[in-house]
């Protein structure tokens, strides 16, 4: 079992910059494969980006490239997603996820654990 916990979220104008966190408590971080996804109203949970255990690889939705960049500190049991140029259609509650020992995935099916979510507001 492993518990995650997000934050970092707000209300920023468009073309602004947010720092969300996702730390982990309970089984070793680094057994897991972690991912952002993101939720808006009315639609379904969406995959936004996912890294590795180590770190040494990451997978982006193409729309998020180049924008929105994942990273871990394993020392720290937290992964972080930076977002930069943010856009009003970026509003959602945005959820991290683990995955026990498996690859990264851009399946929310293919996750073990969530967090609770951290709301993102982007005004235009």
């Known amino acids: 079992q492993v518990q995650l916990v997000e934050s970092g979220g707000g209300l920023v104008q468009a073309g602004g910059s947010l720092r969300l966190s996702c730390t982990a408590s309970?089984?070793?971080?680094?057994?897991?494969?972690m991912g952002w996804f993101r939720q808006a109203p009315g639609k379904e949970r969406e995959f936004v980006a996912a890294?590795?255990?180590?770190?040494?690889?990451?997978y982006y939705t193409d729309s998020m490239k180049g924008r929105f960049t994942i990273s871990r500190d394993n020392a720290q049991n937290t992964v972080y997603l930076q977002m930069n140029s943010l856009k009003p259609e970026d509003t959602a509650v945005y959820y991290c996820?683990?995955?026990?020992?498996?690859?990264?995935?851009?399946?929310?099916?293919?996750?073990?654990?969530w967090g609770q979510g951290t709301q993102v507001t982007v005004s235009s």
């Open positions: 996820g683990a995955r026990y020992r498996s690859a990264m995935s851009r399946s929310k099916a293919d996750y073990d654990y």
């Open positions: 890294i590795s255990w180590d770190g040494l690889n990451t």
């Open positions: 309970g089984r070793t971080f680094n057994n897991y494969a």
